[in-house]
C-alpha cells in the first residue's frame, strides 16, 4: 500500500478551493463560508489527509489539541465536563485528549505528557501541578475548586461553600443532629469540608467529619465510612465529599445491614451519571460539570485566541437533588 | 516572567553529563545507567525544561506518547486497560492520553485527534475506525474483541465465547431455564450474544436476546431490561452484556420490585471497579483487563521497537466472578 500521501494541493483541488483556504480551515480560523469549510472537511474525508504534519507547520505549530488532566478515570465527575467542554471548543476545530494521575505509576510527573504532545492549551481538572507555572507551559484554564490557584491564571468551578452548605442543611432540615463527614484531599474537598463543619456548628449540631484526607475512590468512602459508624453509632446521616465516597458509604450501610434512606441517609456530591441511575438514586449536590466544562472552555478558547489573560475566576452555582437516600429522621 | 527558557545544555551542565547523554534520555533510549538518569531527570525538573521542542527533533519526531481510544468515559472497564498499559509502556518513557468517541458531538472523526497529536502509537479499544487503515497512520495495536480485524494488525483480547458460556452455564446450573439477554453493539458484544444463544441451546432452554444493538450504557441496560422483563416475565435471570448495562439491569429490577438474587439473578461481564464494590457486588465475567493491556503494550512496544508486523492474536482466558447477585432459582 505504498500510495503517495495526498498532500494540500491535493485537498483543495478536491474542494475546489484554494490552498490558502484549505490552510485556513486547518487552523479553524474565522473568515470561512460554512459551505467551502464542509467541502474542504469532506476532501479531508475523502482523500485520507493527514494535516499532522503540513498542518502544523502552516498553523504555527499549533495542533488544535486541548488536554483534560484529571486526577481518576475511576472517579466518572469529569465526563460531563468534557462534554461541556467539547460543545464549546469542538466547532473551533480543538479536540480533547485526557490525561490523569491514578494510572500513571512512573516516576514522571504524567503532566509531562500533555506538554510533550504539544497540547495548544490545558484544563486542569485536579489541583495545579507546579510543571504547569513555568512560563513555557501552554495556556490553561483550572476548572472546578483548587488550592493555591495562582494570580493571571482562570478558573471556573462551582461555588463548594454553597454545595455543602445545601447538603449540609437538608440533613438537618430533616431532623438529624448527628451528621459524618468524608472527607478527601484537594481544594474542593477542603472546602466542602469547612462549610460542612461551618453550618453544623451554626446548627448546634454534632459534626463528625472523617481525618482522611487522600484521593477520593470508592475504596475509601467504604473504608471511612465503616469506622465512621462505628466509632459514631449515633451518626444517622452521611454527607460525603463527593459521589464516588457516598457509593462507598452506600456499600459501609449494606455492610452494616443500615437500611440507607430509614436507618441512613447520605448525600454525595456532583450528580454524576451513576448517581443518577435507578439502581443507586443518590441525592446529590448538581455541581453542574457541563456549566463548568463549558465556561472553562470560553475562557481557554480566548486564551488561545490571544487574548490576555485576565485572571477570571467564574463561579456557577450548585442545587442540591433530592432523591432516594435521604429520609426524616424515624 | 520572561526569563529565558533552559536548553539542553543547561540540563545537561547541571546534571553534570553529557549533551548526547541527555538526548539518550529524552529519547528512552537503552543503556543508561539508572544514576545518570535520575541526574538528568532531576535537572529537568529543577530547571523546568520543556523538551517538547527539543527533544522532538532529537527523537526523529518521536512524541512517546501513546493514544488509547475508546467508545466511552462512562463505561469504566477502560480503567484496568490502562492500568496494564502504563505498566508496560512507562517503563519506556512512553506516556498515555485517552480520547473518546462518545464525547465529541462535532462532526469530525475524533480518531483526527489521534493523528493530530503525533501520537508514536494507539491502542484500539473500540471496533478499528476506518481511518486508521491507511498507511499513513501510526502503528496500532487492537485490545479487546473486535469486529472486522484487519490482515496485519495485533491484536489481544479475553476469549468471549468461553467468557459468555461461562456466565449462562453459571446461571444454567442455578436451575434457570427462561434467561434475558441484554445486547450490545459491537464485535464483543456480538461475541457474547451469538455464545449465549449457543449455550442457550445446547441446553434446551428458553433464550430471551434482546433486539438492541446501540451503546452499551447504563441507561440502555435499563431500558432494555424493563421492557424484556415486562415482556417475558418467565424470566428469573438475565446475562448483561457488560457490566454497565448489567448496573442498568440491577435498576429495572429495583424499579419492578424484583428482588436481586432472590427474584432474578443478574451477571454482567468485565469485572469493573464497580462490580467490586460493596455496594453492587456483581457476580460478573473477569476479562483480565489488566492483562490485556499488559499484552497489548508489549505488542505496541514491539512495534515501535520496529519489528515486523506479525499479525498477533492472543486470547486470554477469562474466569467467572461469582458475588452477591446470583442465586438458585428458588
Known amino acids: 500500500m505504498a500510495t503517495s500521501r495526498p498532500t494540500i494541493y491535493d485537498v483543495a483541488k478536491a474542494a475546489g478551493v484554494s490552498k490558502s483556504l484549505v490552510s485556513l480551515v486547518l487552523r479553524g480560523a474565522g473568515g470561512v463560508s460554512a459551505a467551502s469549510r464542509e467541502a474542504v472537511e469532506r476532501a479531508i474525508r475523502d482523500l485520507d489527509y493527514r494535516p499532522s504534519r503540513a498542518a502544523a507547520a502552516l498553523a504555527a505549530g499549533r495542533t488544535r489539541l486541548v488536554g483534560v488532566l484529571i486526577d481518576d478515570y475511576a472517579n466518572p465527575w469529569f465526563v460531563d465536563l468534557l462534554r461541556g467542554l467539547d460543545e464549546v471548543l469542538s466547532p473551533g476545530g480543538y479536540r480533547l485528549s485526557v490525561v ?18 504539544r497540547a495548544d492549551g490545558i484544563i486542569v481538572a485536579r489541583d ?18 483548587r488550592a493555591d490557584v495562582p494570580d493571571g491564571v482562570d478558573a471556573v468551578g462551582n461555588d463548594d461553600v454553597l454545595g455543602a452548605r445545601l447538603a449540609t442543611e437538608h440533613l438537618l432540615a430533616l431532623g438529624h443532629r448527628e451528621i459524618g463527614h468524608l472527607s478527601v484531599v484537594g481544594g474542593a474537598g477542603q472546602t466542602r469540608r469547612e462549610s460542612f463543619l461551618a453550618t453544623m456548628q451554626d446548627a448546634e449540631a454534632l459534626a463528625r467529619a472523617t481525618a482522611y484526607r487522600g484521593p477520593a475512590t470508592e475504596r475509601a468512602g467504604y473504608d471511612t465510612s465503616l469506622a465512621l459508624l462505628r ?5 444517622t446521616a452521611i454527607f460525603a465529599a463527593n459521589d464516588v465516597m457516598a457509593i462507598g458509604a452506600l456499600g459501609a450501610a449494606r455492610e452494616l445491614g443500615r437500611d440507607v434512606p430509614r436507618d441512613l441517609s447520605i448525600v454525595g456530591y456532583d450528580n454524576t451519571a451513576l448517581a443518577q441511575t435507578r439502581l443507586i438514586d443518590l441525592t446529590t449536590v448538581d455541581d453542574d460539570s457541563v456549566g463548568v466544562g463549558r465556561e472553562a472552555g470560553k475562557l481557554l478558547r480566548a486564551r488561545l485566541a490571544g487574548e490576555d489573560p485576565v485572571d477570571v475566576r467564574r463561579t456557577l452555582e450548585p442545587s442540591l437533588v433530592v432523591r432516594g437516600t435521604t429520609a426524616s429522621l424515624g
Open 128 to 145: 495545579v501541578p507546579h510543571v504547569l507555572l513555568g512560563d513555557t507551559a501552554p495556556p490553561f484554564v483550572i476548572a472546578g475548586t
Open 100 to 117: 490523569d494521575t491514578a494510572t500513571a505509576a512512573g516516576v514522571e510527573d504524567p503532566v509531562e505528557g500533555l506538554l510533550s504532545m
Open 231 to 235: 466509632e459514631h453509632p449515633g451518626v
